[in-house]
């Protein structure tokens, strides 16, 4: 049986447009080429991932292969857009990644209680930035195997050959 092998895409849901300058400076630094979609909000996120919205469609808010995820997002907050995520067949072995500031113990628990894959502190100095962004990218890879259970059997655009 053949192996789908595609371009991991990343959504990243963050509100804080310093951070999100910060994370696709960090990402070329890194010299991580995925195709990379930014939501603003927590509602934002849901409806990029459900084509609600003005992400009805598909083509301009494909399923990721790695979503970022902020705690503290407006309209709907990270750890409830995790739940959702995490809740729903389509989305939940998606891995999802905390990227946060918070370093509350609560927030880390039902980050993990919710399904999250990591949860990364967001550092204050570029570099390290730059280092963890490029951790990420070992760590969940450029090129992504998707697990057989997870493709999308309507979804043939991203399959590379």
Known sequence: MAEKTKLVKILLVEDNPDDILIIERALKEAKIINQFFIARDGQEGWD??????KYQNSESSPKPGLILLDINLPK???????KMIKDDPDFKRIPTVMLTVSRRDEDIIKGYNHGCN???QKPVEFEKFVEIV????????IINVESPNNVNNTDTNNTVA
């Open 134 to 141: 490029r951790q990420i990218g070992l760590y969940w890879g």
């Open 76 to 82: 709907l907050n990270g750890l409830e857009l995790l």
């Open 48 to 53: 990029f991932l459900k084509h609600q919205g």
């Open 118 to 120: 990591s949860f990364i």
